[in-house]
């Protein structure tokens, strides 16, 4: 039950990838298994848009000479708050997509 709480809490409200909230588990001392029942109650919509959320925040205060140098500092954000690079590369593709069209 704890292991769930604290999955449900760091993303929802710290905004933690899965991997940070596993590092932060394995940390407190809980075993993989454990750690890998509580990652279930993630739900890959709502995980989705805080990701995407977060980057496009971030994108904002970005500065770079072009649109991959400043993808390579949003994917770099994104892996160090924990989330997964195909997600990130998912997100960023999508939000490529979404920026060209404004």
Avoid at 49 to 76: C, F, P, S, W
Avoid at 79 to 84: D, K, L, N
């Amino acid at each position: 039950r704890y292991g769930e709480a604290y999955v449900r809490d760091k993303y929802r409200f710290n905004k933690w990838g899965r991997m940070k909230i596993a590092q932060g588990l394995r940390m407190k001392g809980i075993d993989n298994e454990t750690i890998s029942e509580a990652m279930k109650a993630i739900d890959e919509t709502e995980y989705q848009n805080i990701l995407r959320d977060l980057i496009k925040t971030k994108r904002r205060g970005v500065k770079g000479k072009n649109e991959y140098e400043i993808n390579g500092k949003l994917a770099r954000y994104a892996t160090g708050r924990g989330f997964e690079y195909a997600a990130i590369r998912q997100c960023l593709g999508s939000d490529i997509e979404e920026y060209e069209m404004d």
